[in-house]
DNA sequence: TTGACATGCAACTAATTGGTTGCTTATACT
DNA sequence: AGTATAAGCAACCAATTAGTTGCATGTCAA
C-alpha cells in the first residue's frame, strides 16, 4: 500500500543506491563483489563490500532488486516493476 | 545535472513532503496556513506550522514547489516538471 | 498607530542512517 | 583435509534530519 511507496521513496533516496540500479539494469547478474568492483572503478566510489550489502538490502526491502544464492555466489537481479506509475498521480 | 536528482529523490522520500505534493496538485495557490490546516485535518498529522514551511523550503529547492508574494500571504504551486523523466532511465 | 494575523529565522533535540571494523559462516578447489 | 574466496552478522560512530520552541519581521485593517 502506501508503506510500500515509503521504503521505494527512501530506497531511491541515496545517490549510491541509484548507482547500483544503473549498473543492474545495465547488467544484470551481477554477484557482490561484481557490483562492488565496478561501482568503485567505474564511479571512483570509495566504499566498502559491507556497505554495499547494506544498500542491497535496502534495495531489496523496497522490491527494487532481487537475489538467487548460485552457489558460492549470490546473484542479484534488478527489478523495475515497483518503479511502474510510481510518479503517476503527479504527473497529469 | 545529477544533484538535481538528488535533490529530487530526498525532497520525494519524507512521506509529510509527499502528502503535500498530493494536496498542491490536488488544489493550488494554498497558503501555508490553509495547507498546515488541511493537512492536520484530512490526514491526522499532528505537525507545527514551522515543520510545514521547513518542508516547503526544500520542496522549493528541488523545482517541485513555487511560491509567490500575495501582499500578507505566501501562495504556494505545484511544479511537476521536474517529476517528468525521472525514472526514464530505468523503465526500459 | 496599534493590534492581529501570516510568515521567517535560529538554536536545540532525538532519531535515523550511511559507513566502518571485526568476526563468523558457507562454498569451492587443490 | 585445508586453504582461499564469497557472503552474512553485529556493534559502534559520525553526520544528517524531522521536529520543536521561542522570538523577530512584515502586512493589513480599524
Chains 1, 2 share one sequence.
Do not use: C
Request: charged share 30%.
Amino acid at each position: 500500500m502506501n508503506e510500500d511507496k515509503d521504503v521505494i521513496f527512501k530506497a531511491l533516496a541515496d545517490p549510491t543506491r541509484r548507482l547500483i540500479l544503473d549498473e543492474l539494469s545495465e547488467k544484470n547478474e551481477l554477484t557482490l563483489y561484481e557490483l562492488t568492483a565496478r561501482l568503485v572503478m567505474k564511479h571512483n566510489l570509495s566504499i566498502s563490500r559491507q556497505a554495499i550489502a547494506k544498500h542491497l538490502a535496502v534495495l531489496e526491502d523496497a522490491g527494487l532488486v532481487n537475489s538467487m544464492r548460485k552457489g558460492k555466489y549470490r546473484v542479484l537481479l534488478f527489478n523495475n516493476k515497483p518503479l511502474k506509475n510510481l510518479l503517476e498521480s503527479w504527473i497529469d
